[in-house]
């Protein structure tokens, strides 16, 4: 009978991946934000191992279960290298791959800043190797990152205008070319509905949006949108030819973004402060919620979406220096804006009328580029207009540079 215990212990303990670890941890000896909610949620004693502290209350969650919680996060990014497939062969040194002990691994996260805490979680979980999950394949933020790669490689080297067209290198893993804007449309709004990335900007928020120049403007067709005969210049969202309305929520934030002093020395700033007809529905780039905390399982399928969303949007807005490649560098931005702008619908089938991007430029916080052409700044000045007006001026000023 007693074999028999035993036997079921050892199988209980290698079925969890570490041994019965003793005493009670305190959330002050616990770094990450999640495990120390769950420490002070599932606390059931008054005495910490580690720091000593002692209270009357329940101060301190079971090391063992706490242990547990902190394995099934790491499980979420890594995996035993057998359970990978990885090859083994004594003869070329072991595992045929790069593995990771224990210690390289818990040092991705920040558990505890408390030497003690991590040398009792190692002396339950021991030395086994760690290699990355999906190690052949490559996870789902991963094969989002690497397609968003290929996908800037092909569209600014080799393919500009037929890359939706499938081809027979698209029979891989990563997400080829032709389905990357779906896939990042998709993240959007199916795999992070609940966020609701899709923002409302109200009718009574101001939109400020300046033309530098040697005379003062003071009309919305001045300050607004130029014409498309006059947009010729390549930016971040636009190609040359196609004109969009671009802005800051604040003045700062739209000076860093429309002024270069070496080039706009002894100009005028004519600064128009807008504001849209309706409210405008708009991708927000800026204000997403923070990666979860592997340590959340609740949180684990919104992980790879938003390791990938985070990744895209620090990635195109990038500093690009005006030294006559920008009209390259901006290709893939202008790809997806546009089609953010012309195919992608909200979970209501409505079309979105822009995007909120951080500025590149030292000192800008929000920017944004919104769809809207030169003859949506205003009103018609006589006659029925055949075009919705977007935003309205509601104010002018100037500024000598």
């Not at 498309?228 to 671009?246: H, V």
């Not at 195109?316 to 009209?327: F, K, L, M, N, S």
């Given at each position: 009978?007693?074999?028999?215990?035993?036997?079921?212990?050892?199988?209980?303990?290698?079925?969890?991946?570490?041994?019965?670890?003793?005493?009670?941890?305190?959330?002050?000896?616990?770094?990450?934000?999640?495990?120390?909610?769950?420490?002070?949620?599932?606390?059931?004693?008054?005495?910490?191992?580690?720091?000593?502290?002692?209270?009357?209350?329940?101060?301190?969650?079971?090391?063992?279960?706490?242990?547990?919680?902190?394995?099934?996060?790491?499980?979420?990014?890594?995996?035993?290298?057998?359970?990978?497939?990885?090859?083994?062969?004594?003869?070329?040194?072991?595992?045929?791959?790069?593995?990771?002990?224990?210690?390289?691994?818990?040092?991705?996260?920040?558990?505890?800043?408390?030497?003690?805490?991590?040398?009792?979680?190692?002396?339950?979980?021991?030395?086994?190797?760690?290699?990355?999950?999906?190690?052949?394949?490559?996870?789902?933020?991963?094969?989002?990152?690497?397609?968003?790669?290929?996908?800037?490689?092909?569209?600014?080297?080799?393919?500009?205008?037929?890359?939706?067209?499938?081809?027979?290198?698209?029979?891989?893993?990563?997400?080829?070319?032709?389905?990357?804007?779906?896939?990042?449309?998709?993240?959007?709004?199916?795999?992070l509905a609940d966020l609701?990335?899709?923002?409302?900007?109200?009718?009574?928020?101001?939109?400020?949006?300046?033309?530098?120049?040697?005379?003062?403007?003071?009309?919305?067709?001045?300050?607004?949108?130029?014409?498309?005969?006059?947009?010729?210049?390549?930016?971040?969202?636009?190609?040359?030819?196609?004109?969009?309305?671009?802005?800051?929520?604040?003045?700062?934030?739209?000076?860093?973004?429309?002024?270069?002093?070496?080039?706009?020395?002894?100009?005028?700033?004519?600064?128009?402060?807008?504001?849209?007809?309706?409210?405008?529905?708009?991708?927000?780039?800026?204000?997403?919620?923070?990666?979860?905390?592997?340590?959340?399982?609740?949180?684990?399928?919104?992980?790879?979406?938003?390791?990938?969303?985070?990744?895209?949007?620090?990635?195109?807005?990038?500093?690009?220096?005006?030294?006559?490649?920008?009209?390259?560098?901006?290709?893939?931005?202008?790809?997806?804006?546009?089609?953010?702008?012309?195919v992608f619908r909200d979970?209501?089938?409505?079309?979105?009328?822009?995007?909120?991007?951080?500025?590149?430029?030292?000192?800008?916080?929000?920017?944004?580029?919104?769809?809207?052409?030169?003859?949506?700044?205003?009103?018609?000045?006589?006659?029925?207009s055949f075009v919705e007006?977007?935003?309205?001026?509601?104010?002018?000023?100037?500024?000598?540079?």
């Amino acid at each position: 009978m007693m074999m028999g215990r035993a036997k079921q212990w050892y199988f209980e303990q290698l079925e969890r991946g570490y041994d019965e670890a003793e005493g009670e941890i305190c959330a002050d000896c616990v770094t990450d934000a999640t495990l120390k909610s769950w420490v002070t949620d599932n606390a059931v004693s008054g005495v910490c191992r580690f720091c000593g502290r002692e209270s009357d209350e329940s101060i301190a969650a079971s090391f063992d279960d706490f242990i547990g919680i902190v394995l099934t996060g790491v499980r979420f990014d890594w995996n035993h290298p057998d359970d990978e497939g990885i090859m083994y062969i004594s003869a070329e040194g072991g595992y045929q791959a790069s593995v990771n002990d224990i210690w390289e691994v818990l040092a991705e996260y920040d558990i505890s800043e408390d030497t003690e805490v991590v040398d009792a979680i190692i002396e339950a979980v021991g030395n086994d190797g760690w290699v990355d999950r999906e190690f052949y394949r490559g996870d789902k933020s991963q094969l989002l990152e690497w397609g968003w790669d290929w996908f800037k490689q092909v569209v600014k080297h080799e393919t500009r205008y037929v890359f939706l067209a499938p081809n027979e290198d698209d029979e891989v893993t990563e997400v080829p070319p032709s389905r990357m804007l779906a896939a990042i449309g998709a993240t959007v709004l199916d795999e992070l509905a609940d966020l609701n990335l899709i923002k409302e900007v109200s009718v009574d928020t101001d939109l400020f949006r300046i033309r530098i120049g040697d005379e003062l403007y003071h009309t919305a067709a001045e300050i607004g949108t130029p014409p498309a005969e006059f947009a010729n210049q390549s930016n971040r969202m636009s190609p040359a030819g196609i004109p969009m309305f671009y802005g800051a929520f604040d003045i700062a934030t739209a000076r860093a973004e429309t002024l270069d002093p070496n080039l706009h020395s002894d100009q005028t700033l004519s600064i128009g402060t807008f504001r849209s007809t309706r409210n405008l529905r708009v991708l927000d780039l800026v204000d997403m919620p923070d990666i979860p905390s592997v340590f959340e399982e609740d949180g684990h399928y919104r992980i790879h979406p938003l390791r990938f969303l985070h990744a895209f949007a620090r990635d195109i807005v990038q500093p690009i220096a005006r030294d006559g490649r920008e009209h390259i560098e901006y290709v893939p931005t202008q790809i997806v804006t546009e089609y953010f702008r012309r195919v992608f619908r909200d979970a209501s089938g409505n079309s979105i009328d822009g995007i909120i991007y951080r500025s590149s430029r030292p000192g800008g916080e929000r920017a944004f580029v919104l769809f809207c052409e030169n003859d949506q700044c205003s009103a018609p000045d006589d006659g029925p207009s055949f075009v919705e007006q977007l935003v309205k001026l509601t104010n002018v000023a100037h500024d000598q540079i």
